[in-house]
Structure formats: C-alpha cells, structure tokens
C-alpha cells in the first residue's frame, strides 16, 4: 500500500537555521505527531464519568519511590513503630513508605524507568502525562514521543513488532518511513512509551517481553518508560531502574480535587477537602488515585458522603474488585480462577477477621497462607496435595495483590490490606456472617471484649450498617456498656445524680440528651480536662447549643467558671478572661430569679442573696491587675484554690452542679471507657443502620442511667406488656 505523500526533507523556513538535518527531521515529525499524541493521551476517562475529561485539567504531580517499597527487609515491629503512634486512634499505612521524588526528575534522571505500582494509583495517567509534556516540549524536547498501549499491540491480527508499532505510528507522515525511523532510534532521537505491561495476556507475554528487551537494547540510546503492575508476573530488563508510584498525600489529594471541580463548581472543592478532612477514613481512600477519582464522582452528586460510609467503602471495594479490569476488558491469567466473586469476597473477610481480631496490621507470608490453604482447599476440584495447596495459596495471594490491590506487601514476606478501611470493612463482613449462623455465641462473646476498643469502633460501624436488623447488635452493646460500671457504686451513684439533675431542669431535648448535656460537663472535669464541645449530646443533635433553653444555658457558663481554675493559668490576658466568662454567667443567672431555691442539702455555708448577687460578690474578690499579668498569676497561685471552692459552694448550693467527685484513677479511667463506648452507641443509632423504633426507644430511655433505673424501666416496660396481653 501506498504511504502518504509526505516530504522528507523538513521546511526549513520553518525550524531553526543552524540546526543538523537530524534535528530538523525531529522537530518536523514532533510537529506533524503533535497531534496524534494530544488526540491518543489528552484526555482520560475511568469509572462512572459520562464523557471524557481534558487530562490537563485534572493532572496532579505524582512521587515516585526509588526502592520499592515491597522488597525492603524490614520487621514487623519496624512497621509497626513507623504507622502506629503509642495512643493510636487509627494507624497511618501511608507513613509505612519512604519519601518520594518527583515522578518527571525520576524520568530526567534514568534514561530507560520501569515505573510500578498499585491498581488505580495513576500509572497509564501519569504516562500519558509525559506524552503530552514532551508533545509540548517541556521534557524531552529533542525526541519523539511514541505511546504504546501494550494490551492492544500484543493483539493486534497482523503480531506486529515493536519495531513496526514505532513505523506504524510514526510513518503516517513520511514516504518510505522505516529507514529513517531505525536510523533515529540509533540516534536515540524517540521517547518511548509503553503502558500497561500486566495487561499482556498470558499467551503474549513472552513475545513482548522479548521485543521490549530486544528495542531497549539494540537503541539503547533512546528512552524508554514502562508501567506495570507491582506483584504482577516477575520481569527483570537489565538495563532498567525501578521505581513505585507513591501514594497521594494530603497535599496531592486537595490539589486533585481543586483540579477536578474546578471547572465544574469550585465552591464543591473547599467542601470536598473539609469533608476529607473529616473523616480519616475516607481520607485513607482517596491516597489512591482511583479511588479518589470514585470519591470526586459521588461527591459531585450528592455534594456530600452518604451517612452511612458503608456505601462509599463498598463501593471502593467493588471498583478494585470487580470493574476497574473488567471495563477495560483485560483477561488476566487467573490463578484462582475457580474462585466466583463471592468466594473471592468470603476469602478477603476471612483473612481480615484472623488478623484484626490479633490486632495484626500487618503479617508474614507464612501466616496468611494458611487461611488461603483451608479455604482453597475446599473449593470444588482442588488440589489436596500440600505442596501443591502451599504453592497455589501463595499464588492466589500474589493475584489478589496485582488484580485487585486489596492486599499490599509493605516489606518483604510481610502484607497488609492497601487500607486500613477495607480490612474493617472485611472484618465487619465477616462477622456478619457469624453473628447470621445458629451457633455464633462465641462471637458475641468476642465482640462484648471489644467494645471498649477505640480500633473496633469502625468495624461496630460497619458491622451494624452490614446487619438486615441490628436490633440485636445495639441491644447488646448497650448491655455491655451499662455493666461497665454496674458494680461501682460511687459511679452508679454519680449516674444517679446526672438522671436527677437532668429531671430538675426545663428543656424541650429529650431526656437522654439533657443527661448526656449533664455527663459531658462533670465528666470533663473528672478527668480534669477543660472540654466545651458536649460531643456525647451532640451527638443526638448537633443544633444543641444553638437550641438551649434557659436551665442549660446557664449551667454551661456557670460550668465555663468552674473550669476558670484550669484556664487562668494558660490565659495570656487573665484579667480579660475571668470578666468576660463572669460577664456571661451573672448575665444568665439575672435572667431567672432563683430566690433561695437551691440544694437544701448543702453543707456549705452561703449568703442569702441569689445566685447572681452570690456571683458578683465573688468576682469583686478576685484581684483586678489589669496590665499586670504576672502578679496576677501569683495572687491566683496563692488564693485561687480556696475562691474556686467558695465558687462550688455557691454553684453547688443554687444549680446542684460542680460537685467535687472524688474517683480515683481507676474509677476516672472506668467512667471514660463508659463515656467512649456510648458514643459508639450513638453513632451506630446515627449510622443509617436499619433499627426498629421499639428497640431505639429502649436504648435511649435507658442510655446514661444507673442500673437501679435501668431494672425499673425493664419492669415497666413488662408489666405494660402484660397489661396490655390481658387487655
């Protein structure tokens, strides 16, 4: 067939005087390709998105790491150490990598880069990229950019070799092209892109493993940069560098987002970023350029995350499990095969729930293959031999890895899930499943171990989410909760006074939020911690302090004069502080005449005057050295415990709050575990799970009782039943 008419000889009215013919004959084809490259690499299009989106618009600068990360020797407790802090709420995987550089010096600093990495974290993308910097002249100016999707070349009908891909692609704007074109890649004069080399299917591997080695070193001279897949099968070019794209941190995640809604709504980025902040377990997501890709998509339609994040997780865990392959129509050799999506679902939960129930983030080889081996090994048609079933667990450990992602190894021989959310998410699943069987009390006797545990918290969340009812779940944690501190009677008796406190006062919040309001003031002060934000109550509603009547307004500032003992001592303007905080709490006594009607029960001496007069009389005690901060600071040192007891005692006696509870250690550190599991509770009830009304109406109107009120509402709540059985 003819090829197009194309002058050889460059227009060199055109190009720069003083240049050699072979620089003229590049600058011609790099002009006359420009084209082609921002046609077959401008653009990107993944996922749920309904058209293409200009790759420019939403690039983000990618890190490499130049040692993987997978193949360092590294212990456990190296790891541990590295993403786990001693007080951890949630570990931290990306702090497991070492710092990266950047992706483009990496290119200008290795001529020929092999550049691995996890499924979804940006490699086609950010190959793509190099194509259209170069196009443009800002890396590589003087080759010939060449993209090569290797999944498509090894399929082509005509089995074409590297060498004709490059004519091929090139020679559409040259007569007679492929002499010229060998006689550049001897002068190193192209930079060749090849994408995607996990994707080659079995039968082709071998063939185009062999041409790649064959190009790179007959023209050595030219560059070359290849993506694949990290855990896919093991190849080895010589003349290669390897490196691992890096997770996106926090600074790359906010720049993708202001990227991608920019020209859609750019007021959605700031309320994308402040939701991502949020929640550090979305946050863990969107680490991945897929997934956070996923995460930009729901966003963008519902200008928010679903309450229930057990959507969003799922979700993600479908898009690495299920269609990032399959919408890309990519065959790869399964070694497991056999396994049907739910199987492949059953065996991930299975592997989670063995380690987090060890508190193990991460773990050997050795350990994780024989979960895999017990499972495999029932499969229909398995081998049952053990070196076979040894050999084919560490393979499908190897295919889940370079598949789906899910599962990551950190250092050599030692694996975690990619994110700490997807081993929740698993581990919730399985305990689904458990918690469905007939026989499953050992599980719920595991689960009444684990309320108390900050890193449960997110797997009760998800697990309750998971349940068709989790009526039982809820009834049960709240169980466990009021047994907490059922046999202490200086805590049961403190429960006591939150309930007869909260009963005394006018509000129109449900009773449950008014003793949670009253638990969230005095227990701060337990732990002698100055703490404003009623987090328990608030958790009911978060309107709660812009909705306060009369009762509890008051009893907050006056709490805020309580706590002036911690505050004045980090105050850099004391004198300011105490008038303003007295300001507000003699303002709201004013404004309720309280007479003489305070706790009749007080042993302490006070005046006969009300509360607000009690207040001022105290605030004219307190020294006023307004520009003398330091003498201030030494009157307090001096006086300023005998006038906070006098201010109790007037608390005490007009609004029964402020009581110095005398906990000990043990008993403050029992009434925190209590606290942190009934917000467990109420998250769960705000979680979207699906539970009954009957069942909410029980938690909550017993939620922060002590135990006698928590039998007599059981008794009630019978005898109504009986009543209304006979009615």
Request: aromatic share 10%; proline share 3%; glycine share 4%.
């Amino acid at each position: 067939m003819a090829q197009p008419s194309v002058a050889l000889e460059p227009q060199t009215d055109k190009l720069e005087q003083n240049a050699s013919p072979i620089d003229l004959i590049v600058q011609e084809l790099r002009q006359k390709a420009s084209a082609h490259i921002q046609q077959k690499c401008g653009t990107m299009r993944v996922l749920d998105m309904s058209q293409p989106i200009n790759l420019n618009n939403i690039y983000t600068s990618v890190n490499v790491l130049e040692k993987i990360s997978g193949r360092r020797r590294l212990e456990i407790a190296n790891l541990i150490k590295i993403c786990v802090p001693e007080d951890f709420d949630r570990p931290g995987f990306g702090k497991v990598c070492e710092k990266g550089v950047s992706g483009i010096k990496a290119v200008e600093k290795y001529s020929k880069l092999l550049v691995l990495g996890k499924p979804g974290a940006g490699k086609t993308t950010f190959l793509k990229h190099l194509a259209i910097q170069c196009n443009l002249g800002i890396i590589q100016a003087d080759k010939i950019p060449v993209f090569i999707n290797l999944k498509n070349f090894a399929e082509a009908a005509n089995k074409p070799n590297l060498l004709e891909g490059i004519t091929q692609q090139v020679s559409g704007f040259l007569i007679n092209g492929q002499e010229l074109i060998e006689k550049l890649l001897i002068q190193g004069r192209f930079f060749v892109l090849l994408d995607g080399l996990d994707e080659v299917r079995e039968k082709d591997n071998t063939r185009i493993f062999k041409e790649i080695c064959y190009l790179s070193e007959h023209f050595y001279a030219n560059s070359f940069v290849i993506t694949c897949r990290l855990a896919a099968k093991e190849y080895t070019f010589e003349q290669f560098t390897e490196v691992e794209i890096a997770d996106f941190d926090d600074q790359q995640i906010f720049t993708f987002a202001k990227h991608w809604f920019q020209y859609k709504s750019p007021s959605k980025a700031e309320l994308f970023i402040q939701n991502i902040k949020a929640n550090q377990a979305i946050k863990e997501l969107a680490t991945n350029p897929l997934l956070l890709t996923m995460l930009c998509l729901v966003f963008e339609e519902l200008d928010k995350f679903p309450s229930n994040h057990l959507e969003v997780y799922k979700e993600g865990v479908d898009v690495l499990l299920k269609h990032w392959d399959a919408k890309r129509n990519i065959e790869r050799d399964q070694v497991y095969k056999n396994l049907s999506l739910q199987s492949k679902e059953d065996l991930l939960s299975k592997i989670a729930v063995i380690t987090f129930k060890r508190g193990e983030y991460f773990f050997k080889l050795k350990e994780i293959k024989q979960p895999i081996t017990d499972y495999i090994r029932n499969l229909p048609g398995a081998n049952t031999d053990f070196e076979a079933l040894q050999l084919d667990s560490e393979a499908v450990l190897r295919s889940i890895e370079a598949q789906h992602g899910l599962l990551v190894e950190r250092a050599k021989g030692i694996y975690s899930f990619s994110h700490l959310t997807f081993h929740e998410y698993f581990t919730a699943r399985a305990i689904v499943d458990n918690l469905e069987k007939i026989h499953s009390e050992n599980t719920w006797e595991f689960l009444g171990e684990k309320i108390t545990h900050k890193s449960w918290r997110e797997v009760f969340l998800l697990t309750v989410g998971m349940l068709s009812s989790a009526d039982k779940l809820l009834l049960f944690i709240k169980q466990n909760i009021d047994a907490l501190i059922a046999q202490d009677q200086d805590l049961q008796k403190f429960l006591t006074w939150v309930n007869k406190k909260s009963c005394a006062v006018s509000s129109n919040f449900k009773p449950v939020i008014v003793r949670a309001f009253y638990l969230d003031l005095d227990l701060a002060r337990a732990h002698g911690v100055i703490c404003g934000s009623l987090d328990l109550a608030r958790g009911f509603d978060k309107t709660l302090t812009r909705a306060l009547s009369p009762d509890l307004t008051l009893d907050l500032a006056l709490d805020r004069l309580l706590a002036l003992d911690f505050t004045l001592n980090l105050a850099l303007d004391p004198a300011r502080v105490h008038a303003d905080v007295f300001k507000r709490a003699i303002n709201h006594a004013s404004a309720i005449d309280f007479g003489l009607e305070g706790n009749k029960d007080s042993d302490k001496v006070v005046s006969p005057t009300s509360l607000s007069e009690s207040l001022e009389q105290l605030n004219k005690q307190l020294p006023h050295f307004d520009k003398d901060r330091e003498q201030f600071r030494a009157w307090w040192k001096d006086n300023g415990g005998s006038w906070i007891e006098k201010l109790r005692a007037v608390i005490v006696y007009y609004r029964d709050i402020g009581h110095h509870w005398q906990f000990s250690n043990q008993q403050k550190e029992m009434l925190k575990k209590y606290y942190e599991a009934n917000q467990l509770l109420v998250h769960c009830l705000n979680s979207d799970c699906y539970v009954s009304q009957k069942a909410r109406q029980e938690i909550e109107e017993t939620m922060l009782l002590p135990i006698v009120e928590i039998e007599q509402y059981k008794i009630s709540f019978l005898e109504q039943r009986l009543q209304s059985r006979l009615v």
